[in-house]
């Protein structure tokens, strides 16, 4: 600008600003047109933010931490199953007592059985120790876990326990200091460092009057120290406990002390009762057995004292057997009869099992180590039989009424009544009495729904449990020490397949998603050839005269009523005046069980097409508008009719434009609530609708009522709803438009 | 003065009389009487606005597109009035096709472009052959012969026009109206269309339109001058052997018109 030359004024008294005004006048010109650009942009920007803020509240809402308290531990149920196979398994002699299974095995040379590795070292001389999946139980083997059947031994007791009993919390500080030395010469190994740390600082934690700082420690002498300590519970943990006792003794302790060897089940049960100051136990503590100590005031503060290396043992004299697999094991404490059915280098000779019995920890640890099982993957015989054990017959009854269990035998109902149920006529009979019976699955979330019960007592979003991570496990871990913490998709393939439910964590949408399709497959086939027919009466036809002025000017309000009205106008005309015709009563397609009266999917449908009827008319309107006069002209001048030219030419080039409106307005209607409700849409319905007779429900009416409840995972399953709506319409609308664009392509 | 509307040997295609047009209460033009020669090429020319456009859309029926628009009088074809009530216009159209003062192919293609006039009258014959002779008729078929599937869309303007010719020629009309057809062209596409008509002239009788003075003395075989009055309304001012009114004009109007001092 500033090199160009100035362009000499022609005349003095040009109407035009020159010189300095003229480039002044041009800058103004240029920043008003940057200011209206700014506003363009913030405008942008501000619809932008909006979207993400909404798409990031949804997905906030459908990912996340959340906290489960199953009622009963799901692997506990499938344990039961295993170690109930294994105790009943022929030849096993089972003892809640180590030192018999040891003498046992010493006197059987076809013996075999597991217990703690401490069991072992005391006999030596009489048993043989396997290695299993070729390594061998040692100090190394059990602290890098190379070994599989390793594991944690703990003690635990109370909080109560430390600040009353001085003598129990002292050992416990002495233990503590010394364990380590002395776990060897018992035949244990010691615990991980950190473990051993952890247990330290839960120790000072209990005892805040030594105003100790984390990381520092302190060893009592128990000098001249009184009174008493009991200790019950695990025979695995026994030898070291009681080793650790005596030790105590010899250091001070000039009180007594009782330590029982009883399995840790029945160790944590006598501790959590109150009649014992420490629990000792060859497994973690479970949830349930958590409940019951909390119920009882204590809550258990768990201390890993050493590690265990399970140790498989026969006979001394069995010179065949050197080492065993996994898999071997399974079959030698189960399916296997003989040595030889499991290895045929191994002898022909009945397999005599010694193991310990079901109140152990050790049979569970076993059981879960070797077998591997969960419980989604048991049969269904034995899921059957869990359901059986663990609900009442009344509660079964019902279920089998529901959906049978087998097809050809009753679980719960005895066939005298089953047979009197079943021979009711067709409207009356349950509907187990022709369902297919259920499948493995179906009795699976049957147990899970019915005996796991799991509830979801608090859910973290997206944003804190990608960031806070370790302050949420540490929370949980403080509020529920018996609830599972687990990243939760709430949008998940079984959500999306599953039916309502009254429970969150077993609702799904596809009776929504079912109810949603089917209301829009009738409202598209109910406005959209009326639309655009009335669009092409209005545009193509209609004379301009007052009559067809007014027409058009209702359309136009009509399209800016509130569609609570168009609900009322379904209700009023479809679900009332018409109720014969659209409860398909006409048709004689009332079903049996559930009346709907007019409340049905062509009701909605037909209240939906209503409301969407003018936008339709509108932009098709304005599609047609669109095609050049000189279209039609060329039609006509060849000898058309009206309706060819129509037809043939501006029909065609008014169709992309006439499917975008569609779409507009039909995605609308997918996500309209408002007039459903009123029409009637179902609250909660689990049966798939059959066809636009039936009761319904829609996505967005799940949504709603979903977000109107007070607990939280209700929100969140909204939210996954909300992403399956919008999944929903993005593939119809994707779908929409590329019939569109390969419409507009072919007719060139 | 009464203006001379009757031309020495040959037979009438269509005539006009005593028509007026209305677009609602304006009169667009008045007191037509115009006799078309069969099989010849009549130019109507005039100045802007003088009612030329209107007068030949009259003989098609293409103003009852317009709702204000309004005739009276009579078109004379075949020995009757096409305005009459009796009569559809669509079989009028037929008849007497039109080509428009800017291409307007139909978004087909080129092949559907002929074909479809002739589909929907009922052809019974072959169409291959039917939509080959028409574009050769119209001088296109060497250009488009390859790419008869393509878009009537992806030619230039001229061969666009030469397609409307094409497929106005498809469904054998009698009488072809062209309004303006090369106004929209470069002075080449012009010429092309200008020898097509000459061609034409031998099965069809032609009614065209121009502004162009030189084209209307080139290619027609008679013109009728039109002009406008006081009250805006158009009215025939001479009609003539086209040779006759450039060269000796009856009129004083006619001779300012041609001469350039008005128009
Ligand atoms: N569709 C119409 N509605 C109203 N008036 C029209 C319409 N078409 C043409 N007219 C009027 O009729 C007169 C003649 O127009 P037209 O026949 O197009 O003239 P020309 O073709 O000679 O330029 C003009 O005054 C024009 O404004
Ligand atoms: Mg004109």
Not at chain 1, 179 to 202: C, D, K, L, W
Not at chain 2, 251 to 258: A, F, P, V
Request: proline letters at 5%.
């Amino acid at each position: 600008m500033d090199n160009m030359q100035p362009i000499p004024n022609q005349s003095e008294t040009t109407p035009f600003p020159e010189g300095e005004a003229l480039k002044n006048q041009i800058q103004w010109r240029h920043r008003q047109g940057l200011a209206w650009r700014l506003l363009f942009i913030a405008a942008l920007l501000i619809a932008i933010s909006s979207l993400i803020a909404l798409l990031y509240n949804i997905l906030n809402d459908s990912f996340g931490y959340v906290v489960v308290i199953n009622k009963v531990d799901p692997q506990r149920l499938a344990l039961d199953v295993v170690e109930e196979q294994i105790l009943n398994t022929a030849n096993t002699v089972s003892s809640e007592d180590d030192f018999e299974l040891a003498n046992g095995i010493a006197n059987d040379s076809n013996g075999i059985g597991f217990f703690g590795i401490a069991y072992y070292q005391e006999n030596n001389e009489t048993l043989k120790l396997l290695a299993v999946d070729g390594v061998m139980p040692n100090a190394e083997t059990a602290a890098s876990g190379e070994y599989p059947f390793t594991r944690p031994l703990y003690l635990y007791t109370a909080d109560a326990v430390l600040q009353n009993n001085q003598a129990a919390n002292i050992f416990l500080n002495y233990l503590l200091n010394n364990v380590n030395s002395e776990i060897e010469t018992v035949g244990y190994f010691p615990a991980t460092s950190a473990a051993y740390a952890a247990a330290q600082q839960r120790w000072l934690s209990a005892n805040p009057g030594l105003g100790l700082q984390s990381g520092q420690w302190v060893s009592i002498e128990p000098d001249g120290m009184a009174g008493t300590i009991r200790v019950v519970g695990s025979s695995t943990v026994f030898p070291l406990t009681q080793h650790m006792l005596e030790q105590y003794q010899e250091a001070g302790f000039a009180g007594n002390f009782g330590n029982e060897s009883v399995g840790s089940s029945a160790g944590l049960a006598a501790f959590c009762s109150g009649q014992a100051d420490f629990a000792a136990s060859s497994r973690p503590i479970q949830s349930g057995e958590i409940e019951a100590c909390r119920n009882n005031g204590r809550f258990p503060l768990e201390f890993q004292i050493g590690t265990d290396a399970l140790a498989i043992v026969v006979n001394n004299q069995n010179s065949a057997l050197n080492e065993v697999s996994t898999e071997q094991l399974q079959q030698i404490f189960t399916t296997a009869t003989t040595w030889n059915e499991v290895n045929e280098a191994w002898p022909a000779q009945a397999i005599q099992r010694y193991i310990p019995g079901a109140d152990s920890g050790t049979l569970d640890f076993f059981a879960e180590a070797v077998y591997q099982t969960s419980l989604a993957s048991l049969p269904k015989d034995d899921l059957v039989r869990l359901l059986a054990t663990n609900i009442s017959t009344g509660r079964g009854r019902a279920l089998e009424r529901e959906q049978r269990f087998y097809e050809s035998a009753l679980v719960f109902e005895d066939p005298a009544t089953w047979n009197e149920v079943c021979a009711a006529p067709a409207g009356e009979r349950p509907s187990g009495c022709i369902a297919e019976p259920r499948t493995q699955e179906e009795v699976y979330d049957l147990l899970l729904a019915e005996v796991i019960q799991p509830d979801v007592v608090k859910v973290y979003n997206l944003q804190n449990s990608l960031l806070n991570r370790t302050a949420i496990a540490t929370e949980a871990a403080a509020l529920y020490p018996n609830g599972e913490i687990t990243f939760r998709s709430w949008l998940s393939a079984d959500f999306i397949t599953d039916p309502q439910s009254s429970t969150p964590e077993f609702a799904g949408v596809r009776t929504a998603i079912f109810g949603s399709l089917w209301v829009i497959f009738i409202t598209i086939l109910f406005s959209f050839p009326i639309g655009v027919g009335a669009a092409i009466y209005l545009e193509e036809y209609a004379a301009d005269n007052r009559l067809n002025r007014i027409l058009q000017t209702n359309i136009n309000n009509l399209a800016g009523v509130p569609s609570i009205i168009y609900g009322m106008l379904g209700l009023a005309i479809f679900v009332r005046v018409l109720e014969q015709l659209t409860s398909g009563a006409i048709f004689g397609a009332v079903e049996s069980t559930a009346s709907a009266n007019g409340r049905t999917i062509i009701s909605a449908g037909l209240t939906l097409g209503l409301l969407i009827l003018p936008l339709i008319i509108i932009n098709a309107q304005e599609a047609l508008r669109a095609v050049p006069n000189s279209l039609r002209q060329a039609g006509l001048a060849l000898g058309a009719t009206q309706w060819q030219t129509i037809w043939y030419h501006v029909l065609p080039s008014a169709l992309p434009g006439i499917l975008t409106g569609t779409i507009l307005a039909v995605s609308r209607a997918i996500g309209e609530t408002a007039p459903l409700v009123v029409v009637g849409a179902s609250t909660f319905i689990t049966v798939d609708p059959s066809g636009p007779f039936s009761k319904f429900t829609t996505l967005p009416i799940q949504i709603y009522q979903w977000t109107s409840r007070p607990q939280a995972e209700f929100r969140n399953i909204a939210a996954a709803a909300i992403i399956v709506l919008l999944a929903m319409l993005l593939s119809l609308n994707a779908s929409a438009i590329i019939l569109r664009n390969r419409y507009s392509t072919r007719s060139i | 003065m009464k203006p001379n509307t009757s031309f020495s040997n040959g037979s009438v295609a269509v005539e006009a009389k005593e028509m007026q047009v209305y677009y609602g209460s304006f009169r667009a033009v008045k007191d037509i009487a115009l006799k078309i020669p069969t099989k010849h090429i009549t130019a109507l020319i005039g100045p802007s606005g003088c009612g030329k456009s209107t007068v030949l859309r009259s003989f098609n029926r293409m103003n009852d597109l317009v709702a204000s628009a309004r005739v009276e009088g009579q078109i004379l074809y075949h020995g009757s009035n096409i305005y009459d009530t009796h009569v559809d216009p669509v079989e009028i159209r037929r008849r007497i096709g039109m080509v428009f003062q800017k291409p307007n192919p139909f978004s087909k293609t080129i092949y559907e472009n002929v074909a479809w006039g002739a589909r929907i009258n009922g052809f019974k014959g072959n169409m291959d052959q039917l939509v080959e002779e028409s574009l050769r008729q119209a001088a296109l078929w060497d250009e488009v012969k390859d790419k008869l599937s393509q878009s009537g869309y992806s030619l230039s303007g001229g061969q666009q026009q030469r397609l409307c010719i094409a497929r106005t020629i498809a469904v054998k009309p009698e009488i072809i109206l062209m309004d303006e057809p090369t106004s929209a062209l470069d002075p080449v596409a012009t010429l092309r269309i200008e020898e097509l008509i000459q061609e034409l002239k031998k099965q069809y009788t032609i009614i065209i339109v121009t502004h162009n003075m030189q084209q209307a003395a080139r290619a027609s075989d008679y013109t009728a001058f039109f002009n406008m009055d006081g009250d805006r309304a158009g009215y025939l001012v001479e009609f003539d052997n086209t040779n006759e009114l450039f060269t000796n004009p009856k009129n004083e109007l006619t001779e300012q018109y041609i001469t350039g001092r008005f128009g």
